[in-house]
């Protein structure tokens, strides 16, 4: 049940109505991610303390020398995951290396803001040891956010989420002509809406529809179908076919 739990894709609306898909990942890709960077955050911190060791301790002391390697690990252990997640591939060596990227849970990339949050969070996460809170807190979130991803409000999704194909359906809207006189401004409206109908949910387009009941005289999905029938005839008014057009698109009513 757990690994059945462990990568899953997660629908989000957006602020339009247009829903896109994030593909989730689970504490254990992620845990692989971490050791990784873990590694590679290591071995800079040695590479470098060494190269200080032998340019720097001559010249400014062994004090002072020790001093900049400890503020250099500072700085590593602190700004190296936001350095990374704040840039262009939004994701750490580590992260990269198992596809993996940061973003935020509206599908856009992560701010530095979000960035130094989620990253500043995790001496929280990390709490009482070995990241037990931060795990159990992705285990009892359905996008595994840990409270870190919670409070910057981001989310760790696979970089090459799998292409979903939508059913292209053929919807027989009858084309009507609008029971009142339109304006301009208002049949724009009306096509721009036949137009992205089919990005959007149900219960969006749905809800649409309904602010307009006045036109269409009808609620629902009843509405709805009105509502595309009267952008239709706004297309085509002069058409005297006999069959109903198809509205083709994603799929817009269900059985």
């Given amino acids: 049940m ?11 609306e957006l602020a339009d109505g247009v ?6 990942a689970g504490p254990a890709v992620r845990s692989m991610a971490y050791l990784i960077d873990l590694i590679i955050r290591i071995g800079i911190d040695i590479v470098m303390a ?7 301790l001559g010249l400014i002391g062994e004090d002072m020398t020790r001093g900049l390697s400890l503020l250099f690990a500072f700085f590593m252990e602190w700004f190296y995951n936001v350095f990374f997640e704040a840039g ?3 994701a750490t060596p580590g992260q990269r290396s198992m596809k993996l990227r940061v973003m935020s849970v509206t599908g856009g990339p992560v701010s530095v803001a979000q960035a130094v949050m989620r990253n500043f969070l995790r001496v929280v996460d990390f709490m009482p040891g070995l990241y037990l809170t931060g795990v159990v807190c992705m285990l009892f979130t359905k996008r595994f956010q840990r409270l870190g991803d919670l409070v910057a409000n981001t989310v760790v999704t696979y970089a090459e989420v799998p292409q979903s194909i939508a059913p292209h359906v053929e919807i027989r809207a009858e084309r009507r002509a609008p029971s009142q006189v339109l304006t301009r401004e208002e049949q724009a409206a009306l096509l721009q809406f036949l137009e992205r109908a089919p990005l ?6 749905i809800e649409l529809a309904t602010l307009v009941q006045p036109l269409t005289e ?8 009105r509502l595309c029938g009267m952008a239709l005839w706004l297309q ?3 058409d005297k076919s006999g069959s109903p057009p198809p ?5 817009m009513f269900r059985a």
Avoid: M, N, S
């Fill in 19 to 24: 829903e896109i898909q994030l593909r989730v």
């Fill in 2 to 12: 757990a690994e059945a739990r462990a990568d899953t894709l997660q629908t989000v």
């Fill in 50 to 56: 060494i190269c200080a060791h032998w340019l720097l």
């Fill in 200 to 205: 959007w949910a149900d219960e969006r387009r």
């Fill in 218 to 225: 009808a609620t629902g999905v009843e509405g709805l179908r």
């Fill in 236 to 238: 085509a008014p002069e």
């Fill in 88 to 90: 262009a591939k939004g």
């Fill in 247 to 251: 509205l083709k698109g994603a799929a």
